[in-house]
């Protein structure tokens, strides 16, 4: 039973225009959401969050935006560049943080130049 | 300040074997988790370890085990490989339970034949 699913395995996107990435949770006892990406023979390194309490987080080129109510989340990436090819997990955990992360199995983006 | 580190990087082992692996996490974080990393499953959850204590414990039989010692360092443990261990193996740190984000190492790659 997989709990935060990330449904398209690969993203082909050019660069300079929008990447978008969505995730889907089903446990509606998760209230926090991350943004990993990975590169190949690297560990995954954080992104970006979101809490709750909130729909919408930004940090430079990267938004997170949350929709409670759909169980969704989608992570934009404007405008995309080569160096953002990576593979990119969505991750869910409830109790704040306080239990382990949940993750999705990821999305290959592939920006080109 | 120095990321976390694993060792060994890559690892070949043969099935009915045992392997240990390390994990040594920033600096100042007593918080360490080990997940497994598949192709079909994404990242999995194995445990927790926070002051030499385990927190919390993934779905894995028993085979899996895991411990920390009082310098936060931390190693897993496999025993009686099979051929479905081989995985990326990846550790996180972090200050404390639910507190800062989780930094990954690289990773150790069991390939078990």
């Known amino acids: 039973d997989q709990q935060v699913k990330q449904n398209s395995p690969s993203l082909s996107v050019q660069e300079g225009r929008i990447s978008i990435l969505n995730c889907d949770y089903t446990?509606?006892?998760?209230?926090?959401f991350l943004w990993y990406k990975k590169y190949p023979a690297e560990g995954p390194t954080f992104l970006i969050s979101?809490?709750?309490?909130?729909d919408k987080n930004e940090d430079g080129r990267f938004t997170v935006f949350l929709n409670k109510s759909a169980k969704h989340l989608s992570l934009h990436i404007v405008p995309s560049q080569p160096g953002d090819s990576a593979v990119y997990f969505c991750a869910a955990t409830p109790n704040s943080g306080n239990t382990p992360l949940v993750f999705g199995k990821g999305t290959r983006l592939s920006v080109i130049a | 300040k120095a990321g976390v580190t694993q060792t060994p990087r890559y690892l070949i082992k043969t099935r009915g074997q045992q392997v240990t692996l390390s994990c040594s996490p920033i600096?100042?974080?007593?918080?360490v988790s080990w997940y497994q990393q598949t192709p079909g499953q994404g990242l999995q959850f194995l445990f927790e370890y926070f002051s030499e204590t385990q927190r919390n414990k993934g779905n894995f039989p028993g085979r899996f085990s895991g411990r920390q010692f009082s310098n936060s360092r931390s190693e897993m443990n496999v025993s009686t490989l099979e051929l479905g261990d081989s995985a990326l193996y990846l550790c996180?740190?972090?200050?404390?339970?639910?507190?800062?984000?989780?930094?990954f190492g690289p990773g150790t790659r069991l390939t078990v034949t």
């Open positions: 446990n509606s006892m998760f209230d926090y």
């Open positions: 600096s100042g974080h007593r918080s």
């Open positions: 979101i809490s709750s309490i909130k």
């Open positions: 996180a740190s972090r200050l404390g339970p639910a507190v800062g984000e989780q930094y």
